[in-house]
């Protein structure tokens, strides 16, 4: 029997076991978000130790927490959206070197000026690598584990911000924070030369930017290990869209709700993550704790957040992404209520901690994980991207706002326990969305989707 000459790359993809090479890239994928979460996360440990050395004041020291966030938001915004006019691979192997190279010369700076300057750089990289990421994989999944396999591949962001946690506990006393500053660049530089031979580009990207059917055979094929040869014309069936520019996609009628939404439950999301892992371990040492101790408490965070990654992913692909992710936030928030009441003394600390990861982080996961699918491949990266860009002002107001509150003489109770506000409000904005898309399902019932090709 003849092949036909016409492939619906979706289909394909959908129809079919993976192969070895999209496990791989899942593997690939997990090491970037694993070496983005060391780099986030690393300043939080490292701060005690910088603050303690350079003699400046916590809120002083605010302006370097808030850099990286920063440039974490203009990355996502500008580079991560870049992705759909310059192609996934391009800008992820970039990102991935940059943040690598300036975490490396963040170490040898000598005041909190020129270490925010540098954090900001580095943020730049890290905002362009977690949407490039969330998109090229989701690409190359089947919808019928898309949720669960992307939820997984984001605890690499848990594991690497918890590993980083307990290589500051073992490097800091005897090695100085600049240890551990050398540790979190080189993982994302040896894993530089690896993606340049081993990533591919997106075959849908391809296809909606008109590539040579040529290159898109060969990526497919490579990328499924599948003979494609019998093929002359690649396609694309999704959603039909009202505009020609992936920014614009995001605001017509169809995706306009779905984006505010979006940002709206990841910007309440990061800024009670960034709070609680920037500040949490500079609370505990003025407590009395020492700085492991400190550490290992605050990465018990990123463990919950790993564990809780997972299974909100199977539960979403069993009960609904947007009632998972919103009982998550929910439960986050009466956990933060229990974490400030016990206060730091408690002998539940780390369990409590645990738990907000879990619920808080695994909502957050979940989040980057349905994000992908609001969006059509014209506009998929500057969709997420976005998000993500919008989002991360929570992190920059969480990873600030933590000094400025000590100094006004708020105390740990009254930190935690109001973070549960925005845990909530960041459940009613995902339900919120999930309405947005059952109207649209309804609108468009019976319409046929858009091919490309």
Not at 164 to 187: C, D, K, M, N, R
């Amino acid at each position: 029997m003849t092949a036909p000459a016409t492939l619906e790359i979706r289909s394909f993809i959908d129809g079919r076991r993976m192969s070895a090479r999209q496990w791989i890239l899942t593997v690939l994928c997990f090491l970037i978000v694993l070496a983005d979460g060391m780099d986030v996360a690393i300043m939080g440990f490292v701060a005690p130790s910088i603050i303690g050395e350079w003699g400046i004041s916590r809120p002083a020291f605010g302006m370097v927490m808030g850099a990286a966030p920063i440039g974490l938001a203009v990355g996502a915004i500008l580079a991560g959206s870049s992705s759909d006019w310059f192609g996934r691979r391009r800008v992820l192997l970039m990102s991935v070197l940059s943040f690598g190279v300036f975490t490396l010369l963040t170490a040898f700076t000598r005041d909190p000026m020129e270490m925010a300057i540098l954090r900001f750089l580095t943020g730049l990289g890290l905002g362009a690598a977690m949407p490039n990421t969330t998109t090229l994989l989701s690409e190359y999944l089947p919808e019928r584990s898309k949720s669960f396999l992307l939820a997984t591949m984001f605890t690499g962001f848990n594991f690497g911000s918890a590993l980083i946690g307990f290589v500051a506990a073992w490097l800091l006393p005897v090695h100085g924070w600049q240890s551990v500053l050398y540790f979190g660049a080189a993982v994302p530089l040896a894993l530089f030369p690896l993606l340049c031979v081993a990533l591919p580009e997106s075959a849908r990207y391809m296809v909606v930017r008109g590539v040579e059917t040529d290159r898109i055979r060969a990526v497919l094929s490579r990328i499924t290990g599948t003979d494609l040869s019998g093929f002359a014309r690649f396609t694309l069936k999704e959603e039909a869209v009202a505009a020609k520019q992936p920014f614009a996609v995001l605001f017509t009628r169809a995706f306009a709700l779905r984006t505010f939404t979006l940002w709206v439950t990841y910007f309440m999301g990061l800024l009670v993550i960034y709070l609680t892992t920037s500040w949490l371990p500079t609370m505990m040492k003025d407590a009395g704790m020492s700085i492991d101790r400190a550490a290992n408490v605050t990465a018990m965070f990123q463990l919950g957040g790993t564990i809780g990654a997972v299974l909100v992913g199977l539960a979403m692909d069993r009960f609904g992404a947007n009632r998972t992710i919103g009982a998550a936030y929910c439960l986050g928030g009466v956990a933060l209520v229990f974490l400030g009441v016990g206060g730091l003394q408690s002998a539940w600390l780390a369990l409590v901690v645990g738990i907000v990861g879990f619920c808080m982080s695994g909502a957050q996961t979940g989040l980057n994980a349905f994000a992908p699918g609001c969006y059509p491949t014209l506009a998929r990266a500057t969709g997420v991207s976005w998000m993500l860009g919008v989002g991360r002002l929570g992190s920059i107001l969480g990873s600030s706002i933590g000094g400025l509150l000590l100094s006004f003489g708020w105390g740990f109770e009254g930190i935690f326990s109001a973070l549960a506000l925005p845990a909530v409000l960041a459940a009613g904005a995902i339900l919120l969305n999930g309405l947005a898309l059952r109207s649209v399902v309804t609108d468009d019932a019976g319409q046929p989707a858009q091919a490309r090709g």
